[in-house]
């Protein structure tokens, strides 16, 4: 893949892109029935209902010693993984390019750990539990789901596929950090174990590759240590869990670019994985920017806003927020910042000088 240019690896993309999968609400009923038209080379099974009684699928392929568990959606709301993973599906089909992962790998998936917040399109789960915080005390069924088949399978490698907000950039740039990568702590003190080191390996690959697709637009997510985060808590317990963000690009309010870009960054993964037995190339995770929190929707400049009787100008920065109204997915403007915005990026900025700030309609919330 390294070798391929951005046309030709574009084009191959389009080959396994699954057509039934789009935008950013994805539900049990859209991924059910692609679940049973899976071909024979997929193992797919019931591993359990959520809080609502909705099934919770494992799906597994391969037959290599080097095990792999994926999951997504955890959180209800983030479903760019979930669409990556069904692409993959799809490249898993054709041996000729997936030969040497199925030889090498065992791959257990499960897609849509978190079907009720799909349903709300919340984090939480049925319940409000957030299942990426709810790995020690193990309370929601999901979550006991997924730590079943952790102890049972015992991977050697995790992908945790996530979705990050808008707001963040590529530190140093104005670019959105369309995906960013974490290789979670085990403690405070982030220690490099070599577990750890063996995780950023696999990321310093897959990060390699997106440079060369969309260079300065890939970030490393806070290495800040969460007691309870899914994450953390595998990592700790000796599975290298690697994290995927999938984040912003221009004008992809519904991330259909991003889930492209995430699909490279896992067949690239999975394909270091199945290859190498090297992991000591790890001192270039370093080198990935952090994330940053300086990028907005829309920034409105100069705009006159009256407050306690009195009108001052500012900059007013907006993100995006989206709700279910009616069953359907809707997309909001709310201020995210206000003041001086000019250290902030946004790839629409508006003269708001002539503008009624109470006309525009922004919610607070």
Not at 157 to 162: A, G, Q, S
Not at 191 to 202: A, D, G
Request: charged fraction near 25%; hydrophobic fraction near 35%; glycine fraction near 6%.
């Amino acid at each position: 893949m390294k070798k391929m240019n951005a046309e030709k690896i574009q084009n191959w993309y389009c080959n396994n892109l699954e057509k039934q999968l789009k935008g950013r609400r994805v539900l049990f009923n859209d991924i059910e029935p692609l679940i049973k038209n899976l071909s024979s080379k997929f193992n797919k099974k019931i591993i359990g209902n959520s809080e609502s009684g909705i099934p919770i699928y494992s799906i597994s392929i391969g037959t290599g010693k080097k095990k792999i568990l994926l999951w997504s959606q955890m959180h209800g709301n983030e479903s760019t993984g979930t669409k990556a993973l069904f692409d993959l599906f799809n490249f898993l089909e054709n041996d000729d390019l997936s030969y040497n992962i199925l030889n090498n790998c065992t791959l257990q998936f499960i897609p849509l750990l978190n079907p009720d917040g799909a349903i709300k399109f919340t984090r939480e789960n049925l319940n409000n539990v957030d299942l990426n915080r709810d790995a020690v005390s193990i309370s929601a069924t999901e979550s006991k789901l997924l730590r079943n088949i952790l102890d049972n399978f015992n991977p050697k490698f995790c992908f945790n596929l996530h979705d990050q907000r808008s707001i963040f950039n590529v530190e140093g740039t104005p670019n959105p950090a369309t995906i960013s990568f974490l290789a979670p702590s085990i403690d405070k003190a982030r220690t490099l174990t070599t577990e750890r080191k063996e995780t950023m390996s696999v990321i310093v690959a897959m990060n390699s590759l997106l440079q060369e697709i969309i260079p300065n637009h890939i970030g490393r997510y806070t290495d800040e240590f969460y007691p309870t985060a899914t994450g953390d808590n595998f990592q700790k317990l000796g599975h290298n869990t690697i994290l995927i963000e999938a984040g912003h690009f221009e004008n992809d309010y519904d991330r259909e670019k991003t889930r492209e870009f995430n699909f490279y960054a896992l067949v690239k993964g999975l394909s270091f994985i199945a290859s190498s037995n090297d992991y000591t190339n790890y001192q270039s995770y370093f080198d990935i920017p952090n994330n940053d929190k300086l990028f907005l929707d829309i920034i409105y400049k100069n705009l006159r806003v009256e407050e306690n009787g009195n009108e001052e100008i500012k900059d007013v920065g907006i993100q995006y927020k989206f709700k279910v109204e009616n069953g359907e997915l809707v997309k909001y403007k709310c201020i995210e910042k206000t003041g001086n915005l000019s250290n902030y990026y946004s790839y629409n900025i508006i003269n708001g000088e002539k503008l009624n700030f109470n006309e525009l309609k922004l919610s607070n919330s």
